[in-house]
């Protein structure tokens, strides 16, 4: 049997692509031949047969294939003769979807091939798959060496990055809301680079009529924004959208204050008031009375919780309030019943103070002498003491007692006390005993 040398001619696909390149491939001593990067490989048989016939169904001296494939002829001379040979021939190529991508985008390349080996050029030892996915930062040249068998050969192809987009926000936000839904935010967008014409597209649709890189109406938090090139690349981004500061208010903490002097005297403090100042204040009673007074005192008529409402604006035009409860309950005075001055620290005065509101005990507390006490007065108006012997002498009198009656040296015995206190609504009238023990 005559051997047949099949010549096999290859074009380069736009002169990108390199690969290995075999002038004459005999058939009869090569098992198979590997192609990198080429879109047609032309098989011939060669010249000097009267017929060919070729397993795609043609019968030409050569034949154009494009695909991976076991290709055999038949030739047969003029005297009858008959000669055959076969080529596996393999054409791998990198496929991608597109030579122009934009910045940041993920470009897949693919080899047709997915049973060789293979190396991109990516600096990565471990990119050694039939497919490599990378974003696109830059213009570049991919390159995979693939290898088969005995042979090996690489393909590349260069993907170009379109202009990137730039954005850059406005340095200080052109206006602030107040929080709490105040929506006057403003901001402006600054787009350059990309390709042709850039459009602005922002996730909200108050924006200036007449300038779309201008949004207004905006409401604190994050707003998106969009933009557009004539090459369809798109830049995202988003800006948070800034509110003024709030200062830092303290006011009058939630008080109980009882009916017989329900007076009392408010006060706030600003905390910031180095950097955020306020312009205006006010408080106010559900009755409807108020006061711009920084430290007003009101009178509460009834027992019961009350809201007042301290409301101010700050230098930014921002409003905001505090609400303080002040709970108006009833004095039940506890006045001691035994009084030990002796100095240990336990009943040494004569005490007197109130039933706590969450107390339901009835019955009487003596002074424990510690201090640990509030004086009358902070429950009424004024208070007189008056305490008389068991023949009705008087033995001690004050105004304003201030729970500090340690007994004047008096002997032992009962005693009698009048506490007459002055409150907002009359006078209440106290009358028992306490016996002094020593």
Known sequence: MKHILAFVTFFMSMGLLQAQVLDTVNVFQTSD?????????VMDAGPGFESYAWNTGETSKTIKITESGLYDVTAIESGGQV???????????????????????????????NDLRYQWNTGNPDDTLYYLQASLRKSKTYEVLISGGDNSCTDSVRID???????EFEQNQENKGCPGGDCKGQLRVFASGGTGHLDIEWDTPNVDPGDSSYAIGLCEGYIGVHIFDDAGCRFDTSYW???????EIETTPDTITYIQDPRVTFWFENLSEDSISLSNYFWALSNGISSNLPNPTFS????????????????????????IIITVASVELLVPNVMTPNSDGANDTFIITIKPPEEDSPGRAGGTGSGNYQPINDYYISNKLVIFNRWGKKV???????NDWDGDNLPQGTYFYVLKCQGELGEDIFQGAVTILR
Not at 33 to 41: A, P, Q, S
Not at 83 to 95: K, N, S
Not at 241 to 247: F, K, Q
């Open 33 to 41: 031949t590997l192609f990198c990067g080429v879109d047609t490989v």
């Open 83 to 113: 000669h055959e040979a076969e080529c596996d021939v393999t054409i791998a190529r990198i496929i991608q979807e597109s030579d122009s991508l934009c910045y940041k985008d993920t470009i897949f390349l693919v080899v047709n091939e």
């Open 161 to 167: 990055m379109y202009p990137r987009i730039y954005v």
């Open 241 to 247: 959208v800034e509110v003024w500061e709030m200062p």
């Open 300 to 323: 509460f008529g009834s027992m019961g919780e009350h809201n007042v409402r301290f409301e101010y604006t700050t230098m930014n035009g921002c409003v905001d309030s505090n609400i």
């Open 396 to 402: 001690f009198e004050a105004t304003d007692y201030n």
